[in-house]
């Protein structure tokens, strides 16, 4: 056995190679070096099944009895392997096929119009040049001329400033927030004043790249959380920060070094430099927030459930080892609570309902369940557990919204029919299409008020169509969307009875999220004027079927207005415009929080809600 | 000859050993190491002769040229060489005796009565716990309890807020100034609050150490600027920081480990813990301001004089590389111009002149020689290039106020007397025995009205007493003050023509400034009601040899207040009062910054103020 062994990695048509010490776990050599986003749900205890990627090579060692357990004969057969259980004796190659689709991320958001109004502002400066009689010195004459008072300046930009104005003979652009001259630079930069928006998901980041000087969106940019091998969850998130010395040291730096990436990447193809991009505005839910900013979440997983900070921060980037201009600054958009974030704070701001007299709801379903109930007077918000099986996770077949991932489902004359993303061969079921698919199962019955399957057998009995795709297993029923000569891994794609629990639990805690913000309020269904569906589950979603299986309140169909991914558009409107981030401010100071893990109004509700209705 | 060369240091009654390669330069040798404060006035290029050591060992390299010109064949006999011209090609011993003496630099300065109002307070605060109904992050609870708004937290201090609050059940100690919450701290802390207050002279360094929760001075320290070895003077030590690329990096080092030393030390002393030092407040002129801040001070020394800033600098202590508490802050102070820096606008601060109706002046007699004039209405300022002169530099027998320097001269009935500091044998004359010395050559008409030496022989004609003292040797007549049997080295300790012309250079430079700021302000002798004399020189001078020789205007003799290091004085006062702080911000805007270089009233007055009264 040699000293190290190599890992071939082909992953999104590229290769790439990777060494390890023998008997290292497959996973970690892969993860350790950023290779590839390996979608780690369990945080890679063998339980969940999705890091499975194709091995090949010599002297493989034995399967372990987990991988037994997760892989399918055929999947086995073809060598497939779980990476989190397998160790590296040798030289081998492999193959990351199920997450090789870059994942079809929400970019776009609603539209919106705001003042072109900066955190940071340029200004040009024809400055007058010191002689004996007018001996000001350097700060002071820069200071004097941009006519702001109280104005102060870091030490490192002080320290070039002398030679900066001597260059093109004291004609300068400074670039200033309010209270700081961040940078001055020779000659006139003013059209050179570049901001990114951020939104970390616990699943998906997006960077957006602005034109600060026009207002304009240049590009965006998307891709999984780099943080997903630490766990899905924000809760394993947190875990690892407390079980591990280290933790939260790699949870930050593997995010911020996305980020950076993201970013380079975006200014390289837009022809930008990193150093005109002043400012970086982030948006997240209060654990990604924290982790980006370094913060221990510890007590965020723990009951009361407190923050370290949810107010704005403000920062020199390079605090957070954000690579854009040595002197550009983060904010880091304010959030509620421990599970009110700073993203659900952005999608208000996106959506609007803060600044209007009609009561709004607003529902984003992502990773989490959050809701926000209220107008210009006051909001009432709060968070439901439940949990990512919208975005796929917890779910037999389930995938985030990928290519090849069923995303429509419906019924006709020749029976079952699906579209998927990208139209590639389905490899998978997405939200969307979990929720179409569980509509459809309700509507004719196969799965009745109480979330039960009925056999094939009682089908047939009661005349019901589509009995012959009920299939059994020895964890019970499941319904079979894709048949195995459909798919892309020669496996059917199924609904399965645990998969409609998922859901049905998920379903009745956002219903009972949405009954006890009214009930708190004391306002009705009727008094709501506009149901804002943010996240990129709320985009695709069938309205109907969500309806249909009680995720909205029947009757809102019509009220419901689709606005993407409005945590995306708020961190961009508040790039554009100091007043969007006072506004986010501002929501956070109207907003109420009301937690449901102690409400007696929200339990009740919760038991309301569980059943379907056909 | 092997491969390193040790070099057996003494120094202060210690011992220390240094290794170098063979062909170091001894001097270079000896300050990278730190091992000892070397005086090198000229930069090390053998032209000062200050640098002389005793040096012992085999195979010494011969005397160079220079050597043989600055040394006495005395001191040649002894062993002494340059230690800026002897490369070390062995092992030797040296012995560093000129400077063996620590400096004694003026640590006292006037009194002064201020409220106790330190710009970083502490509070205790009992906060309420969290739980389900109270689920306030963290940061608010502090900020909450504090009851101020708009406050903030640095990143690396919410880090550990968290487990800090749960330490002792939610009873801290907070730390903050006016917007910063810097450190919260577990249990009650408030009666540990220190703080240092900095005044860096060109020469001398002073450090206090302050306890802010009573008000009190625990303790001082104070050494020579450890920069000396760049260079004796302000344009020296800047020539340093435009030769040598990395020339500001090395001054700023070193006057930072310098400052960190000394703090250390007195906190040793005084069993105090840096981390509970939250804030140094440091005065000086500006290019020691700027060489502190790692500021580059270039066009301070071209005309027309320009700093890079000189308004009040606030940053975090770590920033300058300030070890007191992590999260403390440094407060510089703010200057009114180039050459009338921090240390004048703290001076002016201790002196209370910029508080009162009466018209007052205040000067400062240090490396160069800064006056201001005015009252609570306004102020005009000037700084003259009086050079070192009153502080033995550039004087042959010349040594700053070090043990063993002649500090008085008189003469009685049996001729001349004097006093030494320490009462140590005289190695050297300092600045107040170089006035006292002067008014009696020019009261005796020694020296005459021009500035001329007499020849022994013009005086025994014209019987003036002490004409046995007067020699000649190359360079033209010399007065002996202490023959060579009396001092330390063997050699005379004598005043030469040189010597007179530089002080009479010096004095009507001060004279003259003092002259043009009356006239600018139309004011004469008659309106000004107190003289403040800051700076070691002034502390120590007798005022009527300093009116003799036409340093002070006659009529201002009984005006005279003597005010010590009121530099470091008004640092302290800054320290303990944030009042103070603005009181300085406030001193720099009643300010008019006179430039006396291109001032025609200044000509005049200089020349009118060259020649000398009997």
Chains 1, 2 share one sequence.
Not at 556 to 562: A, C, L, Q
């Amino acid at each position: 056995m040699s000293q190290e062994c190599t890992i071939t990695v082909n992953y999104i048509g590229k290769t790439a190679e990777v060494f390890c010490s023998p008997g290292s776990i497959l996973l970690e050599s892969l993860t350790k070096e950023q290779t590839a986003f390996i979608d780690t749900p369990c945080g890679g205890k063998g339980l969940c099944g999705k890091c499975k990627i194709l091995v090949s090579g010599k002297d493989l060692p034995p399967l372990t009895q987990k991988e037994t357990e997760k892989l399918t004969p055929k999947e086995i057969e073809r060598g497939y392997r779980l990476a989190c259980m397998t160790p590296v004796v040798s030289d081998i190659e492999v193959e990351i096929e199920t997450n090789i689709s870059k994942a079809t991320i929400l970019e776009d958001g609603v539209e919106f119009d705001v003042d072109l109004l900066p955190s940071i502002r340029k200004q040009y400066l024809t400055l007058e040049k010191p002689d004996l009689e007018d001996q000001r010195d350097d700060f002071s004459r820069v200071r004097d001329a941009l006519n702001i008072k109280g104005f102060r300046m870091p030490l490192q930009e002080l320290y070039n400033l002398p030679e900066t104005l001597r260059e093109h003979d004291f004609k300068v652009t400074a670039a200033h927030n309010k209270s700081y001259i961040i940078k001055v630079e020779p000659g006139d930069t003013t059209n050179a004043n570049y901001g990114v928006a951020v939104d970390i998901g616990t699943t998906t980041v997006v960077v957006y790249l602005l034109d600060l000087y026009s207002g304009a969106q240049i590009g965006a940019v998307s891709g999984l959380n780099s943080q997903k091998s630490f766990g899905q969850d924000v809760i394993s998130r947190i875990n690892h920060t407390m079980q591990k010395s280290e933790g939260l040291e790699h949870l930050q730096k593997r995010i911020i070094t996305q980020l950076n990436e993201m970013i380079w990447d975006l200014a390289e193809r837009n022809g930008i430099a990193v150093e005109n991009i002043y400012s970086i505005v982030l948006a997240g839910n209060t654990t990604m927030v924290h982790l980006a900013a370094g913060l221990p979440p510890k007590y965020i997983a723990l009951t009361p459930f407190i923050p370290v900070i949810k107010d704005r921060i403000v920062v020199p980037a390079r605090e957070l080892g954000i690579e854009i201009s040595k002197s550009g600054y983060a904010y880091i958009l304010p959030g509620i609570s421990a599970y009110v974030g700073a993203d659900i704070v952005a999608g208000t701001l996106a959506s609007g309902l803060a600044g209007q007299e009609n009561l709004s709801l607003l529902i984003d379903i992502g990773t989490n369940g959050e809701i926000v109930l209220g107008n210009n007077k006051g909001l009432v918000c709060c968070s439901t557990a439940a949990g990512p099986a919208f975005e796929g996770a917890h779910i037999r077949c389930g995938v985030g919204g990928i290519s090849g991932a069923i995303n429509t489902v419906t019924t006709g004359k020749t029976g079952i029919s699906y579209t998927t993303i990208d139209n590639h061969r389905p490899l998978g079921i997405c939200g969307s299409g979990i929720v179409d698919a569980l509509a459809i199962l309700i509507q004719n019955g196969i799965v009745d008020e109480t979330g039960r399957f009925l056999s094939s057998e009682e089908c047939r009995e009661l005349h019901i169509p589509l009995a012959d795709r009920i299939i059994e297993d020895e964890s019970g029923y499941a319904f079979v969307l894709a048949p195995e000569g459909e798919t892309k891994n020669g496996e059917p794609i199924i609904l399965t009875q645990k998969d409609v629990r998922e859901i049905q639990l998920a379903k009745a805690s956002i219903a009972a999220g949405i009954r006890t913000l009214m009930k708190h309020t004391g306002r009705t269904e009727d008094d709501i004027v506009t149901v804002y569906l943010a996240g990129g589950f709320g985009s695709y979603i069938d309205k109907e079927s969500a309806v249909q299986i009680g995720l909205i309140p029947e009757r809102m169909e019509n009220k419901i207005k689709v606005i993407g991914n409005a945590a995306g558009t708020g961190a961009i409107m508040s790039s554009i415009s100091e007043n969007c981030l006072l506004d986010c401010d501002r929501i956070v100071k109207l907003a109420t929080y009301i937690e449901l893990s102690s409400s007696p109004v929200f339990q009740e509700e919760y038991i309301n809600n569980m059943y379907f209705k056909r």
